[in-house]
């Protein structure tokens, strides 16, 4: 069965000597001294490892039951979802007004990552839940607020998302569940919503569904669908529960993975409900939590990738296999450990060189994110919504292939369930569907996040890349092994970006056709940057000649690897996109 | 649930465009014309869509079961097993003296890729048996040969294969099985072996277990194992069945895929068994069917990826979700169907160029193989040798990875089980680990397979790229499309063969950090010759004005989007095996 600990260090390194967050100015970073972060990430460490991670498998072998109409979660998930809302972690970044613990947004992301590293199908409860809660909270009345908000601080009760129909996902254009306004300002909802993550479940007393639906006589398209609030049952005027509404599951599906927590088909049959935000503005308001929420997958990504990665490190220390083409090195031994052998070494560096940049990368998120939302940084903000489909796409796609790296070092074991490495895979796999497929998170970047403002944040985030280079050019530690390579990537970023400026606007398909490919070439050139902002940092530690020296040379090595054999794919990704339309569209449909 | 269509035409042309088999000289290839070549392929594609291809979920779903220690597959294996022996398909290029229909290999690879992508874990049963045959067929006493082969090569009695130990996979010279020789000739076999693919059933009467054991006072490491024939029931002088044999299936593995297949661990206790082929020279005999084996296992590969891609490319016909970026093109229906957007036809192309250039090496490969046994040519045997490992291990990761894309495109409806996409991905994973593990096939790639003879059939390989491109320079219709590329890939393909020259002579890591970006190198040099020579018999097919015109425009288009936008790869896979043992030597085993 696999482990976990909980990487308590390298978020240290991160907060502090990285992002130096005390330092920052943001509303709230003061309290984020190095202690206070120490003692609140060991603290859900431990839960992590004690509580979470011995679940994880469970949750994958039984998966949830549909009976009688009520989801059944996994043996245990109960009494831990208990103690992880009596611990207060649901409500570590949530407004003190109803309850919060009022944290920056970035404190909740790194402990965050530990509950997804360690069990992802049971956080994915509470984190839907904190989703439904900052759409209220950003959307809702004051009557609504007080309705719902405390008890989802607290998770008594739960919270979902309803998008999805059977004939319509990515294109919500299409959805046909009705809104009958009612007299008393209510609406009688009625559809079936599919994929609902957390549909139901038995670890709250309540369940808040937030609904996208169209009220008859609104525009087609997506500019006539609105957002609705429908509890499960039914809560009176005083905050107690009343009467079930019509809300039921119709469904369990059976999926790859994520077993423990329900995918469920959700029937809508005259569900009371009431209008959350304005009436044919649905979309808008589920856009507000658009940038959280991938953010949110892209870290799932990596962080099944740091589990992966632990256990397959742990692996090949102990497992006995062959001798080292150098000689032996375990001669007293049947054989030498697996981590001899260059090439399992060279897959433990892709998995542990992707994993601590694109962590990095979510830290550095979540810091603009909160810079947005505390600062009003308006620049921030527009960073944060570029980068927000790489985050999403780039860091799900590599943190899947990292898992399958991982369950690879285990050889035919891996694929034996009981180890617990293809769980990681079948669990990571979903991260690069669910909220919004890869291939739309490209499509979000070039047709839409490239030119938004004219073209502003894009620019900035090249500023940035330049002023940084110029800044460290006289860094000899980072020259040749970081700033050069960086320098290289950017430049192909950019001509990408130069190719789709001169090409795309006479034939739009001729940018689409390589869009995978620029997600892919902005996510190396961006794991790149932070390579080079942590060896920057790290050199200056050993310099310093502070901490732990260990640390910073594996860390410089680390990157190295990274800057020398991952950065080079901007090549490749630079060359087809400059192949433009023509290879993608020739073929006819048929022709396929 | 999916469906499956043989791909006869695009075999046809392989075989009698490309290949030219029945020019061949081949003993056997001259029955091998058009017609009948495509009456087998016909009829064996629609054994496959019809039988094996609906029972593929089933097995699934249902996976096997171990009852009162007997292993029952799932509902309707058996018989569909009877149909595919009643129709002879498990004859078909086995011995005619031993009741086979003698046809070459390479018609045995085209009908096997179909019952592989409409049903795997099925035809592994089959498979197996096939290699065990193989096995004593070349090794075997003509007493062995006669006891056991008719009834194999008709299937009435399974076969397997033996090597793992719990401790050792990759490294048999661990091996700890017992074989005790007795006063009249047998040996009694003590030990236990796991991951044993169909290592038992309820399918054929009887199973021929191959198994690797050390005779006492036999020589340390592989030197030392010698290879035994142990059957589960005892086979009497005069052939009928006699006594259960100390032979039992310990536990069957709960898998990530190929779930319809019985993988065992299997327990041999004073099991009677008989010596195949020398003493202490059981992994030569392994090794003899090592290179059919492992041409299988790339065959898979690309076979799943095919299977995944036919449904893909339908479901992108059938979906309508959003907009044509350059107008609607299905301006009467609420959306235009998936297949107009760039990006899903970018993941279409992939998989489509992948799995056709796929299909030309193996059957190439095949060709190879029955030139070095029919025709006893060393050099086609040097080249097979040479390129099995990329085979095996560059069209399992690929066909893997074309499996992720196909499912992809279905959304989320493609992480639900009941659309069957997830069964492809999970089934495929197997490929990459099994009958030597991609990491191992890069070793034995690099670090041996390349200086073997002298470095002969490495050289061979480039002369021959050579003499294609200096055959057609004159082809403009190739010129730049396909020949300029293939040039440079095979420059990279040169220029790492010379780094690892250089360098790993006084360091051998500094080949073996590169050994798996090599073999993905190779692998897109030798697709790229395969999509050469596919467009020069295409074009030379237009030109005669015969055939389906549509047909070889389509196999052009699909060869440039290939040399354009997937040969560019071997550019960074050049970088990387160019920055050494560094990267990935570097760290201590516990800095990881």
């Not at 309803?162 to 209510?186: I, K, V, W």
């Not at 694109?358 to 620049?379: C, E, M, P, T, Y």
């Not at 890869?438 to 996040?449: P, Y």
């Not at 990274?562 to 990704?573: D, E, G, I, K, V």
Request: aromatic share 8%.
């Amino acid at each position: 069965m696999p482990s976990y600990t909980a990487p308590t260090q390298d978020m240290q390194f991160l907060l502090h000597e990285v992002l130096d967050v005390t330092a920052s100015g943001i509303p709230g970073y003061d309290e984020l001294e190095p202690d206070f972060t120490k003692a609140v990430l060991e603290e859900a460490g431990k839960i992590s490892s004690e509580v979470l991670e011995p679940l994880n498998m469970v949750g994958d072998r039984e998966g949830c039951v549909l009976e009688n109409g009520v989801v059944r979660t996994p043996k245990g998930f109960k009494e831990a979802f208990d103690q992880m809302r009596d611990g207060g972690w649901t409500a570590l970044d949530c407004d003190p007004e109803y309850g919060g613990q009022g944290m920056p947004y970035i404190l909740n992301t790194a402990v965050g990552e530990m509950f997804v590293s360690s069990n992802m199908a049971f956080n994915m409860y509470q984190g839907l839940t904190h989703g439904a809660y900052s759409a209220i909270h950003a959307h809702g009345t004051d009557q609504q607020k007080q309705t719902f908000l405390p008890k989802m601080v607290t998770c008594e009760w739960g919270g979902t998302m309803n998008l999805t129909e059977p004939h319509c996902g990515t294109d919500l254009g299409m959805l046909r569940t009705r809104a009958e306004p009612q007299p008393d300002g209510t609406y009688k909802i009625t559809g079936t919503k599919i994929f609902i993550s957390a549909g139901d479940q038995d670890l709250t007393e309540n369940v808040i569904h937030l609904v996208l639906a169209r009220i008859p006589g609104a525009p087609d398209g997506t500019k006539g669908i609105s957002l609705f609030i429908v509890p499960k049952i039914a809560v009176n005027e005083d905050g107690t529960l009343g009467e079930p509404n019509g809300v039921s599951v119709g469904k369990l599906e059976e999926k790859m993975g994520i077993h423990g927590n329900a995918t469920c088909v959700m029937n809508f049959e005259n569900a009371t409900g009431t209008l959350l935000g304005q009436e044919n503005k649905g979309m808008r308001a589920m856009f507000t939590m658009m940038n959280e929420a991938r953010l949110g997958v892209g870290l799932q990504g990596y962080a099944q990738a740091e589990a992966a990665y632990q256990n397959a490190v742990e692996y090949a220390r102990e497992r006995l296999q062959g001798r080292a083409v150098t000689g032996a090195q375990n001669p007293d031994g049947p054989a030498d450990p697996l981590i001899v052998h260059p090439d399992i070494r060279r897959s433990l560096m892709d998995q542990k060189s992707f994993v601590e940049a694109a962590r990095a990368l979510v830290f550095w998120g979540a810091n603009l994110i909160d810079r947005g939302h505390l600062l009003g940084d308006k620049d921030a903000e527009g960073l944060i919504s570029l980068i927000t489909p790489v985050i999403k796409g780039f860091l799900s796609d590599r943190g899947f292939d990292m898992t399958v790296q991982a369950q690879q070092i285990y050889g035919g074991h891996g694929y034996i369930e009981e180890t617990g490495m293809s769980q990681f895979v079948r669990d990571a796999r979903i991260t690069m569907i669910y909220e919004g497929a890869n291939g739309v998170q490209a499509l979000d970047l070039v047709g839409r996040k490239l030119a938004q403002d004219g073209g502003r944040h894009v620019m900035a985030f090249f500023e940035m890349i330049k002023d940084f280079l110029k800044e460290n050019e006289t860094n000899t530690e980072l020259k040749e092994a970081f700033l050069d390579p960086l320098k290289q990537a950017s430049k192909d970023l950019q001509a990408a970006g130069m190719f789709f400026m001169q090409n795309g606007m006479k034939n739009p398909d001729a940018a689409l056709a390589g869009s995978y490919d620029f997600m892919h070439l902005f996510g190396h050139t961006i794991l790149g940057l932070m390579w080079a902002k942590m060896a920057r940092a790290a050199t200056a530690a050993l310099e310093r000649g502070t901490g732990n020296a260990d640390f910073y040379k594996t860390k410089l090595a680390t990157g190295r690897y990274y800057m020398a054999r991952q950065l080079p794919m901007t090549r490749t990704h630079l060359a087809r996109i400059e192949t433009g339309a023509d290879p993608v569209m020739t073929l006819s449909a048929d022709q396929f």
